[in-house]
């Protein structure tokens, strides 16, 4: 079965452009989350949507971060506009509905601004 | 006091001995606890989850979880030079829905 999928796997772009992250979920699977991850904060929960819906944006760390989820196989992670303090391991994961269901991560984007 | 607390090491064993990592949570609600590994360069993968006062063993690794003391371990038996990674313990609050809370993690190192 196919995991879940993140695009790019690497990105590097300079400071001011916009950055837009992609997720595909394990199918079936009717929750997404997006974390960041860096050395000093670790691995941090940005957002998260149940059944498409955002239920907890409390950690996007201000207005330059949105997310989406038009439908359930698909959502996006967008920085506009960036700035080198977003520089970080951006990684989505999904599960589905119940306490003991685990979340399965993507590989992870590599973010780098410049 | 952080939600979840994990010694951030390096933990350093021997190959062939028992690395045990602990963490310890705050929400004592909590409902299921997980652990996940993670290669450097890599994502998290889930090694086991525990949700019953007690020990689960799966293989080499054993989870233990005691909700009185809030208190969850991962024990490694026979540890192998693969098994250098970092260890994440999440655990997932009261109050529903499928957010984890992810402890700093901890750096094993098994040497040979």
């Known amino acids: 079965d196919a995991g879940v999928i993140q695009s790019p796997r690497h990105e590097v772009t300079e400071m001011g452009q916009e950055v837009t992250l992609r997720c595909k979920p394990i199918s079936g699977h009717d929750y997404l989350f997006w974390y960041r991850q860096t050395m000093m904060r670790g691995l941090e929960l940005l957002i998260y949507f149940n059944n498409n819906v955002p239920i907890d944006d409390s950690g996007m760390p201000e207005d330059r971060f949105s997310a989406k989820m038009p439908n359930a196989s698909f959502s996006t992670l967008k920085i506009q506009p960036s700035e080198p303090r977003d520089s970080a391991v951006y990684f989505c994961?999904?599960?589905?509905?119940?306490?003991?269901?685990?979340?399965?991560f993507g590989d992870g984007t590599r973010l780098s601004i410049l | 006091q952080k939600e979840v607390e994990q010694n951030s090491g390096p933990l350093s064993v021997p190959e062939g001995a028992i690395a045990s990592l602990n963490c310890t949570y705050s929400d004592r609600g909590s409902q299921s606890f997980f652990w996940y590994r993670q290669y450097s360069g890599k994502s998290p993968e889930l090694i086991m989850f525990?949700?019953?006062?007690g020990d689960k063993e799966d293989g080499r690794f054993t989870a233990q979880l005691n909700k009185a003391s809030q208190y969850v371990s991962l024990l490694i038996r026979d540890s192998q030079p693969s098994d250098s990674a970092t260890y994440l313990c999440?655990?997932?609050?009261?109050?529903?829905?499928?957010?984890?809370?992810f402890g700093a993690g901890t750096r094993l190192a098994v040497h040979p």
């Open positions: 999440a655990v997932r609050p009261s109050g529903g829905y499928n957010k984890l809370i």
């Open positions: 994961a999904s599960s589905l509905t119940g306490p003991n269901q685990p979340q399965h």
């Open positions: 525990i949700y019953s006062n």
